[in-house]
């Protein structure tokens, strides 16, 4: 199954900044997701990012806010963009270890922290 | 939307004695997919169940998933300090391609502690 490495894995930024995640793959992959994991809280999808087109966001999640970017088949980020401490969570990616839905590769997360 | 129960949300044991851990849903799933965290990683899955009914055993993990693929659980025997962390169920909707391919549903998590 695929191997990915996220960075950064922690980081502590003030308010109004923006960071930007980055998850490779070692292998190439149409879809790659995002998720975010809230203190002490389980992992919510964000959103679904397909390379060639626009990230497909869940409820309660807009571009604005969480823009995707994939610009290959092994690759992708995600900004968190204006943030504020309620911004603070987990975030990770993931992707279909064996591309047939029945589980899943994640990355070892960020760890954000908004000041 | 998809929900799915997950109890006890936190469990403290002596090593040697058994749990279950218990997802519950009113949904149907595809897969119900079991998962363990380690504090500073993510998640990494333990296994999968497809049919209902099914049974898989992982050593001294037992995973079920329901006759209705709604509901599933995870009994471990014996429990030792080495199986200390947060389990957490995922409901999968729909099949590889389809629309809600990815869109994998949590329950909130079981933090489970083993006393040596």
């Known amino acids: 199954s695929a191997v990915i490495s996220q960075k950064p894995s922690r980081d502590i930024c003030q308010r109004g900044t923006s960071l930007t995640i980055q998850c490779q793959v070692d292998s190439q992959v149409t879809m790659m997701f995002w998720y975010r994991q809230q203190p002490g809280q389980s992992l919510t999808l964000i959103a679904t990012?397909?390379?060639?087109?626009?990230?497909?966001?869940e409820s309660g999640f807009v571009i604005d806010k969480f823009p995707i970017s994939r610009p290959n088949l092994t690759f992708s980020t995600l900004t968190v963009s204006n943030m504020s401490p309620e911004d603070s969570s987990i975030y990770l990616c993931?992707?279909?270890?064996?591309?047939?839905?029945?589980?899943?590769?994640f990355g070892s997360g960020t760890r954000l922290t908004v000041v | 939307t998809q929900l799915l129960e997950q109890s006890p949300q936190f469990l403290s044991i002596q090593e040697g004695e058994n749990l279950t851990v218990y997802c519950n849903s009113s949904?149907?799933?595809?897969?119900l997919q079991w998962y363990r965290q380690e504090p500073g990683e993510g998640p990494v899955l333990l296994v999968t169940?497809?049919?209902?009914?099914e049974v898989k055993k992982l050593k001294r993990l037992t995973f079920q998933f329901g006759d209705a693929r709604k509901d599933s659980s995870l009994h471990i025997t014996a429990a030792q300090p080495g199986d200390t962390g947060l389990y957490l169920c995922?409901?999968?909707?729909?099949?590889?391609?389809?629309?809600?391919?990815?869109?994998?549903?949590f329950g909130q998590g079981t933090i489970l502690t083993v006393h040596p």
């Open positions: 993931s992707v279909d270890r064996d591309r047939n839905n029945y589980g899943y590769t």
């Open positions: 995922a409901g999968a909707a729909g099949y590889a391609g389809g629309t809600s391919y990815g869109k994998l549903t």
């Open positions: 169940v497809v049919t209902g009914g």
């Open positions: 990012a397909n390379q060639g087109s626009e990230a497909t966001y």
């Open positions: 949904s149907v799933f595809s897969s």
